[in-house]
């Protein structure tokens, strides 16, 4: 069934709107894998992809990964591109809509979002703008709800995200196709809008892909027993320095997870 939200003005401005199937399975499957116990505990059992692009196929995955964890979720794809919303109403089903919106998040009856999921979305922002932006998400979320937002590469090989909660960032997390990462600085090009201006000297990002790329580097020797061992060793090695979150269950997928605080932007 379509969402009907009562006529307001959007808050943002139109993507590029590139989509491929699969784009987010590296973000989705983390949200399920490390906050599927949020998912399930929420109140609402609603989801929302902000920003889902030309086609709805990161809403209609999302929809998939999150019933794993939670049976009843549901997922409301927003777009700020009327004529978005106009394609991809022909795949509404049972716990999957989409709605006309933008920042404000428009869900009928008052309800808040468990997870808004932002991919992509805020690369064409201006820097000075993603705190605000944040902060007006994070006021929608429901009580103990997520807020994952970040960028990845066209067919989802790179991809760096944030993960918020109401009370703001907590932590940053980087995650690739292991197979096709030369070093892990690789990623830089997939930092969201809040850091990638900041990989610089001096800035702590830069001191982290530095550090981790010396691991990587140091790990040479496990190379011919595959890139996860030499991977995991590494993350084990740049855990000595910088506070990691999560194990080496995570680590095998491709990922490591920093506390926000040590990768926050100087003065910011």
Same mark, same amino acid.
């Given at each position: 069934?379509?969402?009907?939200?009562?006529?307001?003005?959007?808050?943002?401005?139109?993507?590029?709107?590139?989509?491929?199937?699969?784009?987010?399975?590296?973000?989705?499957?983390?949200?399920?894998?490390?906050?599927?116990?949020?998912?399930?505990?929420?109140?609402?059992?609603?989801?929302?992809?902000?920003?889902?692009?030309?086609?709805?196929?990161?809403?209609?995955?999302?929809?998939?990964?999150?019933?794993?964890?939670?049976?009843?979720?549901?997922?409301?794809?927003?777009?700020?591109?009327?004529?978005?919303?106009?394609?991809?109403?022909?795949?509404?089903?049972?716990?999957?809509? &989409?709605?006309?919106?933008?920042?404000?998040?428009?869900?009928?009856?008052?309800?808040?979002?468990?997870?808004?999921?932002?991919?992509?979305?805020?690369?064409?922002?201006?820097?000075?703008?993603?705190?605000?932006?944040?902060?007006?998400?994070?006021?929608?979320?429901?009580?103990?709800?997520?807020?994952?937002?970040?960028?990845?590469?066209?067919?989802?090989?790179?991809?760096?995200?944030?993960?918020?909660?109401?009370?703001?960032?907590?932590?940053?997390?980087?995650?690739?196709?292991?197979?096709?990462?030369?070093?892990?600085?690789?990623?830089?090009?997939?930092?969201?809008?809040?850091?990638?201006?900041?990989?610089?000297?001096?800035?702590?990002?830069?001191? &982290?892909?530095?550090? &981790?790329?010396?691991?990587?580097?140091?790990?040479?020797?496990?190379?011919?027993?595959?890139?996860?061992?030499?991977?995991?060793?590494?993350?084990?090695?740049?855990?000595?320095?910088?506070?990691?979150?999560?194990?080496?269950?995570?680590?095998?997928?491709?990922?490591?997870?920093?506390?926000?605080?040590?990768?926050?932007?100087?003065?910011?």
């Amino acid at each position: 069934m379509a969402v009907r939200i009562p006529h307001q003005r959007p808050v943002g401005t139109a993507t590029r709107g590139t989509t491929n199937p699969n784009r987010l399975r590296r973000m989705d499957r983390w949200i399920a894998a490390v906050h599927g116990g949020a998912v399930r505990r929420g109140r609402e059992a609603v989801a929302v992809d902000l920003g889902y692009g030309a086609a709805p196929w990161t809403a209609v995955e999302l929809l998939a990964r999150l019933r794993t964890v939670r049976p009843d979720a549901r997922v409301v794809g927003i777009e700020i591109d009327p004529a978005r919303v106009h394609a991809a109403r022909p795949y509404e089903r049972d716990g999957l809509a &989409f709605a006309h919106g933008g920042f404000e998040v428009p869900l009928p009856g008052g309800h808040r979002p468990v997870l808004i999921r932002a991919a992509n979305v805020l690369r064409q922002y201006d820097e000075t703008e993603v705190r605000a932006v944040w902060e007006r998400l994070c006021g929608r979320l429901a009580s103990g709800g997520l807020l994952v937002e970040g960028t990845c590469d066209e067919i989802g090989r790179r991809h760096v995200w944030v993960a918020l909660g109401p009370e703001g960032p907590r932590t940053v997390t980087f995650a690739t196709r292991l197979g096709s990462l030369v070093q892990p600085s690789d990623l830089a090009e997939r930092l969201p809008k809040a850091l990638i201006h900041r990989n610089v000297a001096g800035e702590p990002v830069h001191a &982290f892909l530095r550090d &981790f790329d010396r691991a990587w580097a140091a790990a040479a020797p496990l190379a011919p027993l595959g890139a996860r061992q030499r991977w995991v060793r590494a993350v084990r090695d740049l855990a000595d320095d910088w506070p990691l979150d999560g194990g080496p269950n995570r680590w095998r997928q491709g990922e490591v997870t920093v506390r926000w605080e040590a990768l926050a932007p100087r003065g910011g």
